[in-house]
């Protein structure tokens, strides 16, 4: 073995990159932006829950003073987990946690104080209406309240509340697992169809394929079309792989249609490829390409509420999500898969709409920049 013949390939290996810029760029910069963006949204703590409050409670009379027990635990609600809103109406603010609009509500009867006092029952009941398709925010709802009734009845032997959930959606019984899977089969699809694409174009660049084609007749949004349909079949067959170990091995919970998400998959797989074909126009062979894969995943994973809900991701980060598309495409699963909606339910239309405009503006962009490839 030869030492400096060794050390020579070395130095061939790094010269590369001093002459690609963007690729020393990467090398750089991306380690300091998955240090930053970890640090910054994998806390996992959520925030500005919007919870509703019905406060019915009317207190009672000590004789030296009237006592609103209901007041003294909302007012032990401390931290910005919850975002608290007074409401008047209980099924009002029910059928707010039904559209999706609120996570949950928290209702006082009007003898809450009396019940407490020492003429009353010496029990009381909080009626806790709930969405309980995401339980790590069940889990802080139900935790908050917990801690601002053992502040405001400190002392006390035994707590004489009960917390009585009523589950919109969702049960006592839903894991974590269940509300993550649809996120992860949207991920999936959106690894397999992107990064395909991004090295399966590169390649016929590279090697000369692209040139030969376009001496043909053959027009570019034809050979968009054959491309979509050829990852259209992998993205497909992925789903089904995926959906059905989820089911058969983890017996995750679906409430809604599955066909209907199964459309949603594939209408957000086209705009993938789409997406895919347009930044392989940037890319001058693989190892570029690949650079493409963590800009793409990063975000995906960290800001579209995967892995935990929007409400867990610093408010300074959450307009980022809107622009990401697996957001709602996973919104969407979501609501289908655990709260059995459809796409009557505006929520999911507007997800619909949006992963519809995404498909036309990545193809229509892969078309364009397509022939500029070759």
Same mark, same amino acid.
Do not use: C
């Given at each position: 073995?030869?030492?400096?013949?060794?050390?020579?390939?070395?130095?061939?290996?790094? &010269?590369?990159?001093? #002459?690609?810029?963007?690729?020393?760029?990467?090398?750089?910069? %991306?380690?300091?932006?998955?240090?930053?963006?970890?640090?910054?949204? /994998?806390?996992?703590?959520? #925030?500005?829950?919007?919870?509703?409050?019905?406060?019915?409670?009317?207190?009672?009379?000590?004789? +030296?003073?009237?006592?609103? @027990?209901?007041?003294?635990?909302?007012?032990?609600?401390?931290?910005?987990?919850?975002?608290?809103?007074?409401?008047?109406?209980?099924?009002?603010?029910?059928?707010?946690?039904?559209?999706?609009?609120?996570?949950?509500?928290?209702?006082?009867?009007?003898? +809450?104080?009396?019940?407490?006092?020492?003429?009353?029952?010496?029990?009381?009941?909080?009626?806790?209406?709930?969405?309980?398709?995401?339980?790590?925010?069940?889990?802080?709802?139900?935790?908050?309240?917990?801690?601002?009734?053992?502040?405001?009845?400190?002392?006390?032997?035994? *707590?004489?509340?009960?917390?009585?959930?009523?589950?919109?959606?969702?049960?006592?019984?839903?894991?974590?697992?269940?509300? /993550?899977?649809?996120?992860?089969?949207?991920?999936?699809?959106?690894?397999?169809?992107?990064?395909?694409?991004?090295? %399966?174009?590169?390649?016929? =660049?590279?090697?000369?394929?692209?040139?030969?084609?376009?001496?043909?007749?053959?027009?570019?949004?034809?050979?968009?079309?054959?491309?979509?349909?050829?990852?259209?079949?992998?993205?497909?067959?992925?789903?089904?792989?995926?959906?059905?170990?989820?089911?058969? *091995?983890?017996?995750? =919970?679906?409430?809604?249609?599955?066909?209907?998400?199964?459309?949603?998959?594939?209408?957000?797989? @086209?705009?993938?490829?789409?997406?895919?074909? %347009?930044?392989?126009?940037?890319?001058?062979?693989?190892?570029?390409?690949?650079?493409?894969?963590?800009?793409?995943? +990063?975000? &995906?994973?960290?800001?579209?509420?995967?892995?935990?809900?929007?409400?867990?991701?610093?408010?300074?980060?959450?307009?980022?999500?809107?622009?990401?598309?697996?957001?709602?495409?996973?919104?969407?699963? #979501?609501?289908?898969?655990?709260?059995?909606?459809?796409?009557?339910?505006?929520?999911?239309?507007?997800?619909?709409?949006?992963?519809?405009?995404?498909?036309?503006?990545?193809?229509?962009?892969?078309?364009? /920049?397509?022939?500029?490839?070759?």
């Amino acid at each position: 073995m030869s030492l400096p013949r060794s050390l020579a390939i070395a130095r061939k290996a790094l &010269s590369q990159f001093r #002459h690609d810029r963007r690729t020393l760029a990467f090398i750089v910069a %991306m380690p300091l932006l998955m240090v930053v963006v970890f640090g910054y949204t /994998f806390g996992g703590q959520v #925030h500005n829950v919007r919870t509703l409050v019905v406060n019915e409670d009317a207190g009672y009379d000590l004789g +030296f003073g009237r006592v609103n @027990v209901a007041n003294q635990i909302l007012g032990n609600i401390t931290g910005d987990t919850l975002a608290i809103e007074s409401w008047t109406d209980v099924d009002a603010a029910r059928a707010e946690v039904a559209a999706g609009r609120a996570w949950a509500v928290l209702a006082f009867p009007i003898n +809450f104080s009396r019940n407490l006092s020492p003429n009353g029952t010496g029990r009381a009941t909080i009626q806790v209406v709930i969405d309980g398709s995401s339980p790590t925010i069940a889990s802080a709802v139900l935790g908050s309240l917990r801690v601002a009734i053992e502040r405001a009845l400190v002392g006390a032997v035994q *707590l004489p509340l009960t917390i009585e959930p009523d589950y919109v959606y969702g049960s006592a019984d839903t894991r974590f697992i269940d509300s /993550f899977a649809p996120g992860v089969v949207a991920l999936a699809v959106l690894m397999v169809t992107t990064i395909f694409s991004v090295i %399966m174009v590169v390649r016929e =660049k590279s090697g000369g394929m692209l040139e030969r084609l376009f001496a043909t007749p053959l027009r570019s949004s034809e050979l968009v079309l054959g491309l979509a349909l050829a990852l259209a079949v992998i993205a497909f067959l992925q789903t089904v792989v995926v959906l059905s170990a989820a089911l058969l *091995l983890f017996q995750i =919970k679906v409430v809604g249609n599955l066909p209907l998400a199964f459309a949603v998959l594939l209408l957000f797989g @086209v705009g993938n490829q789409g997406l895919g074909i %347009m930044l392989s126009s940037a890319a001058k062979n693989e190892l570029q390409a690949i650079q493409f894969i963590p800009l793409i995943l +990063f975000p &995906s994973i960290l800001l579209t509420g995967v892995f935990f809900p929007l409400e867990a991701i610093p408010s300074a980060f959450r307009p980022f999500s809107l622009v990401v598309p697996l957001t709602y495409a996973s919104d969407a699963l #979501h609501s289908i898969m655990l709260r059995g909606w459809g796409v009557g339910q505006v929520q999911v239309a507007v997800d619909v709409l949006v992963l519809l405009a995404y498909d036309a503006l990545t193809l229509l962009g892969a078309a364009v /920049f397509v022939r500029r490839q070759a």
